[in-house]
């Protein structure tokens, strides 16, 4: 018996959770925190879909692989050929099929939509509002902050002029687009609107698009055409993929604007963050800050001369895709690698490349091949698997490396008791000072030697994700064997200096240093200076061409970081 439209749609979301009025999950178009997407059965048996955050019924059954079609029960009408009123439909005409819209309730004014949302949230925490090129309100972003962190939702104006809860229609306006037109300013495109009024807060003419980091392409960029533009990203892999897509969407314009993307510097917690936080971190001195960006922006080289990023530029001398052979590995490891790439639908490369570099990092630098007197090579390997969005990256790499992370998070837990065991030992310690100080105090000679506190647990460490030069030397002191780094998304990597006081390439020298496993050296006026004998780190992740062609210029190839990089990309396949 065929399922319903509705458990066809439960069985693409397992984690749906159950509700007094459907199920709740995670909208699988946008990037959701919380659950946003609401889901029914409607009175005729139809599936009914509801994003919060404004994603469309048609986005949402495409991105779970289905169709709107697939959310229509089958009637007796259409499988009879029937029309509504009895009458046999001629077989080239196609039955009319209802569209769930989702919109729900619609109001007066954009206030009363707003108060709707209050009452089932709460009182808001930050309201923004859009404009079209008029001047007028077409749609509001309202946001919550709570325990589990933020809750945003749209509001839009419809097009009978009432308002409802849900996203802007397409194309949308930019955030504060009737200050961009007419300006020939410099105009900077932050993640967010909370970064934008950081932004406007020091003076910068800043905006960005509506509705989230995945929705880039849904907003109108035609207003930034032929000006320079400089985007500031978030320092995380959404930021950066959010500055991509962007971008992309900017090269499309004509005339081109002159694209630049500024990564702003850390903050003194060795963490990168946003604009809203580098301007709390300044102490929100505007004049300060802003000339501070605009130092930066005016040091940083456009993406290409006319704005244009060429991500599928024909090259002359590229090589050949050579298939690699599972066969290359000794029993178990190559059926391994042959069943999970065959399991998956993506080529053995995907699989064995992280693999190798996961067995490099195993053996660290206890163990080195002597190519000739003199000439030592420690296992140290740096792979980058390449493929577009969808071909498999992720899992593939995710299972390639599965025994290390499952490794991980044992030391983690194991680390986590050892701490426990140290704190209550530290606080026996710390009773047992005060009674030798008293007694110190008293008579120094028959206080007898001090205690000893318990010494701290060190964490074992055999993989990070992401970390600066000094936390990494911190790490390969407590690890001397060697890391290894796993990026989903290489290139957060790839961005250099980000972290980096020392100028341009300052970084990039010192992870070439670990490939070799060299001395490293790090010298901070706070924490003084750090030195590892021998850093070892092994590096994989994945990354997309035309990312990987942005961000991998002539200047890698000059100081040798592209040479020590192990690449897979192998012809794109279609899913099955």
Not at 161 to 183: C, D, F, Q, S, T
Not at 253 to 281: H, I, T
Not at 307 to 315: D, E, L, Q, S, W
Not at 418 to 441: D, H, I, P, Y
């Amino acid at each position: 018996m065929a399922c319903s439209p509705l458990e066809l749609v439960l069985a693409k979301l397992p984690e749906a959770k159950r509700t007094r009025k459907g199920w709740n999950v995670r909208c699988p178009v946008h990037e959701d925190r919380r659950p946003s997407l609401s889901i029914a059965e409607g009175d005729d048996g139809r599936a009914l879909l509801h994003c919060h955050a404004g994603c469309t019924a048609e986005q949402i059954t495409e991105a779970l692989g289905l169709t709107l079609a697939d959310l229509m029960p089958p009637s007796s009408a259409k499988r009879h050929g029937k029309t509504p009123n009895g009458e046999r439909r001629p077989r080239h005409v196609k039955a009319p099929a209802p569209v769930p819209t989702g919109q729900g309730k619609s109001f007066e004014t954009a206030h009363e939509a707003v108060a709707s949302l209050e009452r089932r949230h709460g009182k808001r925490s930050r309201l923004w509002t859009y404009q079209d090129a008029e001047g007028n309100l077409v749609g509001l972003v309202v946001r919550w902050d709570g325990d589990n962190g933020k809750d945003i939702r749209p509001v839009s104006r419809n097009g009978s002029n009432r308002w409802v809860i849900g996203g802007m229609a397409e194309p949308r306006p930019l955030y504060g687009l009737p200050e961009l037109l007419g300006k020939p300013d410099r105009v900077f495109v932050c993640e967010g609107e909370k970064s934008v009024d950081a932004a406007r807060g020091v003076g910068l003419l800043a905006t960005t698009s509506p509705h989230g980091s995945k929705s880039a392409a849904k907003a109108d960029w035609a207003p930034l055409a032929g000006r320079e533009v400089v985007i500031l990203p978030d320092a995380d892999d959404v930021g950066e993929r959010y500055a991509s897509d962007v971008a992309d969407l900017l090269a499309t314009l004509s005339p081109s604007p002159k694209v630049k993307v500024v990564r702003l510097p850390d903050l003194p917690s060795g963490e990168g963050g946003d604009m809203a936080d580098f301007v709390v971190d300044r102490n929100g001195e505007p004049e300060a800050v802003r000339a501070e960006v605009e130092a930066l922006a005016d040091q940083v080289e456009p993406i290409h001369p006319n704005g244009r990023i060429k991500t599928h530029a024909p090259c002359p001398t590229i090589e050949a895709f050579r298939p690699f052979s599972a066969e290359m590995f000794p029993e178990p490891v190559a059926s391994f690698v042959a069943n999970s790439a065959k399991a998956m639908g993506c080529d053995v490369s995907f699989v064995a490349l992280p693999l190798l570099v996961g067995f490099a990092s195993a053996i660290g630098h206890s163990r080195e091949v002597q190519l000739k007197r003199g000439w030592r090579e420690p296992a140290i390997l740096w792979g980058a698997i390449i493929g577009e969005s969808g071909s498999t990256k992720s899992p593939a790499l995710e299972l390639a490396l599965r025994a290390i992370s499952r490794r991980q998070d044992r030391q983690m837990l194991e680390h986590g008791a050892a701490l426990e065991q140290w704190e209550r030992g530290n606080q026996v310690f710390e009773a047992q000072k005060a009674n030798w100080n008293k007694r110190a105090a008293a008579n120094l000679e028959s206080a007898g030697p001090p205690p000893e506190g318990p010494q701290a647990p060190v964490c074992q460490r055999c993989s990070i994700k992401d970390t600066t030069i000094e936390a990494m030397v911190k790490l390969l002191q407590d690890n001397p064997r060697g890391l290894l780094m796993i990026r989903d998304e290489l290139a957060g990597w790839l961005h250099f200096d980000r972290y980096s006081s020392s100028g341009r390439g300052a970084e990039v020298s010192q992870w070439l240093e670990t490939f070799g496993a060299r001395p490293l050296v790090v010298d901070r006026k706070t924490s003084g200076t750090l030195y590892v004998p021998r850093a070892a780190v092994s590096i994989i992740g994945g990354i997309q061409p035309g990312t990987m062609a942005k961000y991998v210029g002539q200047e890698h190839r000059d100081n040798g970081l592209l040479a020590r990089l192990l690449l897979a990309m192998p012809p794109r396949r279609a899913k099955e």
